[in-house]
Every structure is written in C-alpha cells, then in structure tokens.
C-alpha cells in the first residue's frame, strides 16, 4: 500500500509541475516557434520521464527490498493514473485540445502524453529488475 501512495502522489505532483510549465510555454516547445523539431521534443520529454520515473522508482523501492515485477507494475500504475485522469479531463474540457496549443501542437502534445506514460510504466518495471537482481547478487 505504500507503494501506491507514493505513486499516487509522485504522479499528481508531477502531472501538476508538467501542466503548469506546458499550458504557458506548451506553444514554445511543441509550437512553430521551437527550433528543435517537434519529434524531438518529444524524444527528450519521454527520455526525461523515464529517467525520472526510473530514480524515483528505485527510491521508492528501497535499498534492502527485493521487489517484485507486480510491485513494479502496481508502482507504474499508481504514478500514472492521476495524469491519465487529469490529462483527459484537461483534454475533455477543452474539446479536445491541450490548453494555450493549436491543433498540430495539441496532437504533438498527446502522442507525446501516451510516449511519456508507456515510458513511465517501463522505468518502474527496469527499476524492479535492477533492484531486484542486485539484492539477488548480494549475499548477507
């Protein structure tokens, strides 16, 4: 149950901190005005969310745990479900668009949304293993 809390928590916090730098500055880093191309912004967001959710997952899973792929998968869960929620309400309530970003950008925007909570739900399943295997490796 800790674990859920935690990853219920870490998600909201982080849906809240992304929402509120992308719906003023969305339109620069998903927009015509960014110098990088759009499929490369997306690149470095999921890249920056896995590497994120991956430190916090190991965190989360402790130094003398051993965790589970299912601990993993109920970690992954649990962080990501209040974005899922939130991010389509947002959506909902804006028809269908990201708040402050035009057509192309809120389409940008959402397949960037679906890359960056597979990835999510990847990192705590690596964090699983990795910490597992290096407690199976060290002996007492």
Partial sequence: MKLVRL??????????????????????????????????????IVAATF??????ALRAFGRDEAPSLEQGALLGVAACLPGLILDGTLYA?????????????????????????AAALLATQSAARVRSASRQNVSP
Avoid at 11 to 28: C, E, K
Avoid at 35 to 40: G, H
Avoid at 51 to 56: E, M, R, S, T
Wanted: net charge neutral; hydrophobic share 55%; proline share 7%.
């Fill in 7 to 44: 990853g219920l928590v870490f998600g909201f916090v982080i849906w809240a901190a992304a929402t509120a730098f992308f719906v003023p500055l969305g339109h620069y880093v998903l927009g015509p005005e960014n110098r990088l191309p759009v499929w490369l912004s997306v690149a470095l």
């Fill in 51 to 56: 590497a994120g959710v991956y430190a916090f």
């Fill in 93 to 117: 309530f804006n028809v269908g668009r990201y708040p402050g970003l035009d057509g192309p950008a809120s389409g940008a925007m959402c397949a960037g949304l679906l890359l960056a909570y």
